[in-house]
């Protein structure tokens, strides 16, 4: 198969990248990448479970191997296509679980508990074959999953609503007029009811 090509590259300062995610808010960023991760991972089938990835990996592992890449300079930052970073880590995550359900270990696990059916294992859609109307279509169904999470908590509720217009903890306990550490506790809050609806089956709490 030949290998995939698309447009030139601009040529980004590695120095001045670092500099730039160095002051990105990863504290308010990461809670959201590993709902995130927890949610798409549903969409695969994996051996040992929803959330028992192949090789001891888990949810939070996926969100540090792709932030890691970036930094690294390994992945590039296509601002064209993703001008917001948590569209540009999301799109990394589906890859890299991608790959994962398509690993050796996990296809020769799943293979063993399907009695050796092969056939089934690659039901999902490679995520770079995703049309932009499909990886659209899938982004607003994180963020009403997110919404559904906070329950009838109005503050949740709200909250979900400015992260989805891509605003930082900081603005938006500046618009509300609140403590940035009220924000990220919330934050916390609201993506742990979204592991738990996911990741355990369990309601909101």
Request: no cysteine; proline share 5%.
């Amino acid at each position: 198969m030949p290998a995939r090509t698309g447009p030139a590259l601009p040529i980004v300062d590695h120095a001045e990248l670092v500099t730039e995610l160095a002051s990105q808010d990863w504290k308010g960023l990461i809670p959201q990448l590993t709902a995130y991760t927890i949610v798409r991972a549903k969409r695969f089938r994996w051996a040992r479970g929803d959330l028992n990835l192949p090789n001891g990996n888990d949810p939070q592992d996926v969100v540090e191997h792709v932030i890691t890449k970036l930094f690294s300079g390994e992945h590039h930052w296509n601002r064209e296509k993703h001008p917001r970073l948590f569209d540009h880590l999301t799109s990394r995550i589906d890859s890299a679980l991608y790959a994962l359900a398509r690993s050796r270990t996990n296809r020769l696990q799943v293979a063993a508990a399907d009695e050796g059916d092969l056939v089934r294992l690659g039901a999902a859609t490679d995520p770079r074959d995703e049309s932009v109307q499909e990886r659209s279509a899938w982004i607003e169904e994180f963020w009403k999953s997110v919404d559904m999470a906070s329950g009838d908590d109005v503050e949740l509720r709200q909250l979900g609503e400015l992260l989805r217009d891509g605003m930082k903890p900081r603005e938006i306990a500046a618009k509300l007029g609140v403590d940035v550490k009220k924000v990220y506790t919330s934050e916390r809050k609201l993506m742990r009811r979204l592991e738990r609806i996911h990741g355990k089956g369990r309601n909101p709490g």
